[in-house]
């Protein structure tokens, strides 16, 4: 059986090359034999507002964002897909962060611990991929803004809720990009889910002549 995986796209338009990320994604996993759980937040008007009662951890949420929570505390992996907007994700992407990843689903702080210190990690994802894509030169992302998302994504939320191993691609020059090359990125993206994905078939007993 394959791995369970969270596949997260945030970008509002539909023939974008996050979709088409999103698309060779999809396919690449269930090539490879794996359960994919997969959500455009903008075509299905994901509200990123986290309403006050839904900060404490034994809150009654809504069946849509329970839904969310119990895919993503199943998944054996997950992957983020975003533009690079203000070296941040879109607002979107920050609000699924804000109302699924929540205390008791991805992480939980120990008995007495009052919210002071550090927190146990309880996703059991060993592994995220994120893809970015951005319109800023490599040089000048890393030289003006030293590459915020990457401190974002894997030292401020997914190694705080226990995942382990986080791998991130930013493909750009976007708009000044080529068809060759965009498609080149895509068979870049199916490369980085196999390295990190393998395929879970098994491969056919030897018995013999």
Partial sequence: MGTKISVILA???QGSLNHAIAE?????????????YFHDLYR?????????????????LDGQI???????AESGGIILIHP?????PPAVMKGWVDRVLRAGIAYQFLPGDAGEGVPIGLLKANTA?????????????LSAFGDPLQS?????????????????KMFGVVITSTLEQRLEWLEQVKRILEENFPNSHSALPNIGA
């Fill in 152 to 168: 974002l994504w894997q030292t401020c939320i997914l190694e705080f809720c226990g995942v382990r191993r986080v791998v991130r």
């Fill in 24 to 36: 060779t994604t999809r396919q690449t996993l269930r090539d490879l034999g794996h359960e994919v």
């Fill in 66 to 72: 329970e839904r969310y929570c119990r895919e993503v």
């Fill in 11 to 13: 970008h509002p338009g």
């Fill in 84 to 88: 690079n907007w203000w070296g941040q």
């Fill in 129 to 141: 991929v994120i893809f970015n894509t951005s319109n800023t030169p490599v040089e000048r992302e």
């Fill in 44 to 60: 299905e008007h994901f509200d990123p507002i986290l309403p006050s009662e839904e900060l404490r951890s034994d809150a009654v």
